[in-house]
């Protein structure tokens, strides 16, 4: 059956790729060189681990594997990206048990590019570590035990948070979670870091946090993979063997919960069953109010109400302000007490805008509601770009505000507002047009609020937005490193000037360009999210 | 006069021919039914009537204006419910009916006005401030069609209105599109449940492969048998499983 699956997927991802757009094809290009370069890399980096001795061997693999194990944890959540190729609600009504249905999945959860990478960095991992003799069984049992690790409790965590965020009380509980558990993987290591090696001196390593840390590392489900392989490298075969055991178990355990996440996520109500029979409330939640009866108002408040209600969206959307909390919440940012570091309170405004370059994916099929009512197109442009807006002035709003108060200067807080303002009219200037020109739907998975259909597409999406961060940074670094440095106020108010009008020009220019296109092209963009025609 | 005007519209995908050069007329005041078996290319001749595909050929006029030249007056004029009713279903059915008002620039209290009855005919009201993805199949055709009448159009475009309906919920749809064509609306609907169309239609078109083989009044097209047997008889295809299947009354356990 498992073999099945696999084959399975891969005739679905054949199809999908016969079927893809330019921008399918793009993307799966660029995640196969994605995992080619990553893992190439990585594979590189563990072969040299056979040049150094075997205690510090099995430390950098339990550091290494845990390192992977954290990207195939938080990786789907945080780039809202998931390969939903075989979605397992589809596979819900054939008479699969646990035994026959989980392998399989598994299997082919580990079939794409992540996969593919993260076998490119064991592989090097073999040869970085694998003794010569019969204990190479045991790297390898290891190595793949590790694989299915990193498979398996990265969909169990994606199933339970998928689970959790269509019910009321779990996705608050949910959001919370998430974030925070990111946050604190992100400060420890920065501590690790910090503490280990000395910025001044990086020869001049303190390894007293890493021996504090490495118990912790070991109980982590990818441990024990690592530790078996490290004890094999050093022909200790017992204890080799018994930590393969354990880890083995440990990829059962997780299969089991998996299993149990999945029925349960397959056999509970979704949407808002519990908020049935409520008192009918108005469009407009309370804080728009001031938004015009209009079309225009119309859609931003359908928007505002969708970031919230639609799991996929409140999953995108916790997403894209996951980077830009940790980079604020990170340990260099809050030991600073520079006045500039206010300028980093831009950034959830800008991946918020990020967000923008697929604005019609969630609407799918539901598109037509739009498309068939008489007006302005170019209105529905600009409602959705006014309820990115107000989400971003809001959370860029309190990431300034809480910068100011760290550093305990508002010294400049009008030059980060204008820099936010400025960033947001870039970055949706140039999101909004590729968001109407090349629109994808988002698949609505039970199972998988992270899903972004095929392998290839997920990395289509992530790749865009990778471009759209690194293309503004460009543009906005610089700005923001003169905002920062430069002494006089008049010469920071220029800039500020300066930026806000090159922002907002770049967003008109932007949304006259979509609307035409939406008011030109709207049988054409509707049936791009009607892939079935 | 004349309601709807297809001619020679076309429409292919890929190698494949959906509608192959469909000419129509639909009188004002007419219930019309479209039929045909799966992919004949009802659905593809709809969404192009109603501006949301466009078409390789051929053009739509509905009341007089066209509906490719002049979208949004066109558009203004018609109500559309699709197959599998699409909504915004994480809106509750209150505010997915002020949406669909604003999206037409109606006044609010006109909205209001009209929800609220829309609602109370549809057997909904207490369920307003639920969310459409709680509702049943029913309840979202119900939905779907309140929204496709708010704004008051003259000519209503049906897809499967009565798909995966209780026999509840079917009658109030059918007493309120009755309503709607006794008041001089047009409506034209799509299906393949041959009973359905000759109870409620005055008028039917069968579409097969792309083209319509027939059309006019039900009495005409129906001749002196039923309309299913016009049907088989137009399309040339006959059902025959007896002998065959034996295996299904054997339990594979």
């Known amino acids: 059956m498992a073999l099945v699956l696999v084959r399975l997927k891969l005739a679905l991802l054949r199809a999908a790729l016969r079927q893809a757009k330019i921008e399918g094809i793009v993307g799966t290009v660029f995640a196969l060189l994605v995992a080619l370069a990553v893992g190439g890399t990585g594979a ?112 169990l965590l994606a199933t339970l948070v998928s689970g959790a965020v269509r019910r009321r009380r779990g996705r608050d509980l949910a959001l919370v979670i998430g974030p925070l558990l990111g946050l604190v993987v992100n400060i420890a290591l920065q501590v690790l870091l910090r503490e280990t090696f000395d910025p001044n001196d990086p020869q001049n390593a303190d390894f007293e946090t890493w021996r504090a840390v490495r118990p912790f590392l070991v109980t982590l489900p990818s441990g024990t993979p690592a530790i078996a392989a490290g004890l094999a490298r050093e022909g200790n075969a017992a204890g080799a063997v018994s930590a393969l055991v354990v880890a083995w178990a440990v990829v059962a355990l997780g299969l089991k919960l998996w299993h149990i996440a999945l029925e349960r996520s397959l056999t509970t109500a979704g949407g808002g069953s519990a908020e049935r029979r409520r008192k009918p409330r108005a469009l407009f939640p309370w804080f728009v109010r001031f938004l015009p009866r209009s079309r225009v108002g119309a859609v931003a408040a359908r928007e505002l109400r969708l970031t919230w209600r639609d799991p996929r ?41 990020i967000g923008s370059a697929n604005l019609w994916g969630y609407d799918g099929r539901a598109a037509w509601t739009d498309a068939v009512a008489s007006g302005d197109r170019g209105d529905d442009v600009i409602g959705k770009v006014v309820a990115r807006a107000i989400l971003a002035a809001v959370m860029s709003a309190a990431g300034i505000a809480g910068l100011a108060v760290r550093v305990g200067s508002a010294a400049r807080v009008g030059e980060a507002v204008a820099l936010a303002a400025s960033a947001f009219g870039l970055v949706t200037g140039v999101a909004v047009v590729l968001a109407v020109r090349s629109p994808y739907p988002m698949p609505d998975s039970r199972t998988n609020v992270f899903s972004s259909g095929t392998t290839g597409q997920g990395f289509g999406q992530a790749g865009i937005a990778l471009g759209l961060l690194f293309g503004s940074t460009l543009v906005i670094a610089p700005v923001g490193a003169a905002l920062a440095y430069v002494d006089s106020s008049t010469g920071r108010a220029f800039v500020s000037i300066g930026a806000l009008v090159a922002g907002f020009a770049v967003l008109g220019a932007g949304v006259r360009s979509a609307s035409e296109y939406l008011r030109s092209h709207g049988p054409e963009v509707l049936e791009n999210l009607v892939p079935d025609g | 006069m004349i309601a709807i005007s297809l001619r020679g519209l076309t429409k292919r995908f890929g190698a494949k021919v959906a509608v192959a050069g469909i000419d129509l007329d639909v ?227």
């Open chain 2, 27 to 253: 009188p004002v005041g007419s219930f019309f039914g479209l039929v045909g078996p799966n992919g004949a290319g009802k659905t593809t001749t709809l969404r192009m009537a109603t501006g949301l595909l466009r078409p390789d050929g051929g053009s739509v006029t509905i009341l007089d204006t066209d509906v490719w030249s002049a979208p949004s007056e066109a558009k203004a004029k018609i109500g559309v419910l699709p197959e599998d009713v699409p909504l915004f279903d994480r809106l509750t059915a209150w505010e997915l009916l002020s949406y669909t008002g604003l999206l037409r620039s109606m006044p609010e209290s006109t909205i209001t006005e009209r929800s609220h009855e829309l609602l109370d005919v549809f057997g909904l009201t207490a369920d307003a401030g639920s969310m459409v993805v709680d509702f049943s199949q029913g309840m979202r055709k119900k939905m779907g069609l309140a929204c496709a009448l708010l704004h008051a159009p003259r000519v209503l475009f049906l897809d499967e209105p009565f798909e995966s309906v209780d026999p509840v919920s079917s009658r109030t749809i059918r007493e309120v599109l009755r309503s709607f064509t006794a008041s001089g609306g047009t409506i034209v609907f799509s299906s393949h449940v041959m009973e359905t169309v000759q109870n409620l239609c005055d008028r039917v078109a069968i579409v097969h492969q792309g083209r319509i083989v027939a059309s006019g009044a039900v009495d005409e097209v129906r001749g002196q048998g039923s309309l299913e047997d016009a049907f088989f008889s137009l399309v040339g295809v006959r059902p025959d499983a007896s002998g065959r299947l034996a295996w299904l009354s054997s339990s594979s356990g």
């Open chain 1, 313 to 353: 969206q409140r999953a995108a959307f916790f997403g894209s302000i996951f980077a830009p909390v940790l980079l604020i919440f990170s340990i260099r940012t809050l030991s600073s007490v520079d006045p500039g570091i206010v300028l980093l309170g831009i950034a959830p405004g800008m991946f918020i805008a």
């Open chain 1, 44 to 155: 590189a980096f563990f072969a040299t681990v056979r040049f150094v001795d075997d205690p510090v061997a099995t430390d950098v693999t339990i550091a290494a594997f845990t390192v992977v194990f954290f990207v195939w944890l938080l990786g789907p959540i945080i780039t809202a990206a998931s390969d939903g190729t075989l979605p397992p609600e589809q596979l819900a009504p054939f008479p699969l048990t646990g035994r026959q249905l989980m392998p399989g999945l598994t299997l082919a959860t580990v079939v794409g590019f992540g996969g593919l990478c993260t076998a490119l960095v064991l592989l090097g991992a073999f040869a970085g570590l694998a003794p010569f003799g019969a204990l190479a069984v045991v790297t390898v049992l290891a190595l793949v035990a590790q694989l299915l690790t990193c498979a398996v409790f990265s969909r």
